[in-house]
């Protein structure tokens, strides 16, 4: 069973030390273009490959949305519970709320979350974690946007490309459309770009964060997975998960904070520098999380 995990985490870990060392290095360089800008790179997964590897999962024929409406409330019952649990963590912080919510609720599920799924569980699990990820994603861009900002418009979300995406694939699959071979595969092939480039992204993102107060990263990065998978264990029979579905959640559960919390918090000026403390130190203790929800589920 260990030697099993460790070959589930490694790959996902060893491209995220690669990005790591290689900004490492590249800031050992010193000044401006010494440095690394992952910017652009950002933006073309953001942009292209990852909404290319959301609707190549949705839109193929395989694909039974019905088969997920469990999983997705599961996901959603997850997030929601851990935001309860976090906001009267942080009243007994006497953290901001809108500091230290957000990145309870919002989890890695794509950086790390598609690619553990799929070497843990088998490419056929993909489509599972993409709707775990489009409801997290979804959930991330209409309620945590208006957690920092009440005054946020939410109605142009589908402008979000991984958003009209999913939408997108979703009308194709429940239509019945058939797509052109050809041009499904050359889809499929620049969503293949997008978990590495994720992974290694998420790498250089931790070697330019700052650690920051570490009080709220290091109880974050308990709270966020303990709080994840007890809400999934406590879900799972009442939703009636059983098999892949359950362990999926379970894994759901376990995840870190997402970077994107530390993107959100910059643009709204809420505390950026703690959220990337609480984002970074909570990847770091995903090396004990994830293996153990890894041990709880596999078998």
């Known amino acids: 069973m260990l030697l099993r995990i460790v070959a589930i985490i490694f790959p996902i870990f060893a491209i ?9 290095y590249r800031q050992t360089k010193g000044g401006d273009e010494g440095g690394i800008d992952m910017r652009f790179a950002n933006r073309l997964n953001m942009d292209i490959f990852v909404p290319a590897l959301v609707f190549a999962a949705l839109a193929s024929q395989s694909f039974d949305l019905a088969a997920y409406d469990r999983l997705a409330l599961g996901a959603l019952g997850v997030m929601l519970g ?26 890695n599920s794509g950086n790390m979350g598609l690619p ?9 699990a993909l489509p599972a974690a993409v709707v775990l990820f489009f ?16 005054r946020a418009r939410l109605w142009n979300l589908w402008r ?18 058939e ?33 920051g107060d570490l ?24 939703l009636g998960l059983e098999g892949r579905d359950a362990a999926m959640l379970m894994v759901f559960g376990a995840l870190p904070p997402a970077v994107l919390n530390f993107v959100f918090a910059e643009r709204y000026r809420q505390e950026p520098a703690k959220v990337a403390s609480i984002v970074m130190i909570g990847n770091l203790g995903a090396l004990i999380f994830v293996p153990l929800a890894l041990a709880l589920t596999l078998k």
Request: hydrophobic content about 60%; some cysteine.
């Open 16 to 24: 995220v030390a690669a990005g790591w060392l290689y900004a490492r």
């Open 116 to 124: 553990l799924a799929v070497l843990a569980f088998g490419e056929a």
């Open 179 to 211: 797509l052109w071979p050809p041009l499904y595969a050359a889809i499929k092939l620049l969503g293949d770009v997008a978990i590495p480039l994720l992974l290694f992204s998420l790498g250089v993102r931790l070697a330019v964060s700052t650690w």
């Open 82 to 107: 851990s935001g309860v649990l976090a906001w009267g963590v942080a009243r007994l912080l006497r953290e901001q709320p809108k500091t230290f919510v957000p990145p309870m609720m919002f989890t």
């Open 135 to 150: 409801v997290e994603n979804t959930l991330h861009y209409t309620l945590g946007t208006w957690m920092l900002d009440h």
């Open 160 to 177: 979000v490309p991984v958003i009209f995406a999913a939408l997108l694939a979703l009308a194709i699959n429940l239509s019945g459309f």
């Open 215 to 238: 009080r709220p990263g290091l109880i974050g990065a308990v709270v966020c997975p303990v709080a994840g998978m007890l809400l999934a264990w406590l879900l799972t029979p009442l």
